[in-house]
């Protein structure tokens, strides 16, 4: 059912990673990936997200690296995954308009307003949870 994918969870740890590294000017993603043992590749297309989403800043060159824009209690859960092009969603149906070729029991389903119901409460928890919170 609901879960948080994976890219979040590794946005979580390099916020952490970076937060954590205190008054250094920039951690890398080869620092980050090594230490939090998070796939290179994978993190670096994560951070590039954050990025271009204004969660953390790049700076180029022999020293650079990543440094977050805000404190962690500044930066929400529901940011994070909006950064990373995802939704959270119990259904496939309270993501976008349903039609009967995405369910035979559209017309007829009595879960999909309570389910909504739940699905809001769950988007105003992740956009009222702040980084500091989880980590």
Not at 47 to 67: C, E, F
């Amino acid at each position: 059912m609901l879960k948080i994918a994976k890219s979040v969870e590794y946005a979580l740890f390099a916020i952490k990673y970076i937060h954590e590294s205190g008054n250094r000017e920039c951690v890398s993603v080869k620092e980050i990936s090594d230490s939090m043992n998070i796939p290179y590749e994978l993190l670096a297309k994560i951070m590039q997200r954050m990025v271009k989403n204004g969660i953390i800043t790049s700076q180029h060159g022999t020293n650079g690296g990543y440094i977050l824009n805000n404190k962690p209690d500044a930066i929400f859960l529901g940011q994070i995954v909006g950064a990373l092009g995802l939704k959270i969603q119990m259904t496939d149906c309270l993501v976008h308009d349903p039609t009967v070729s995405d369910c035979a029991r559209f017309k007829t389903c009595c879960l999909r307003s309570p389910i909504s119901k739940i699905q809001d409460k769950i988007n105003l928890l992740f956009d009222h949870t702040t980084v500091q919170e989880l980590i």
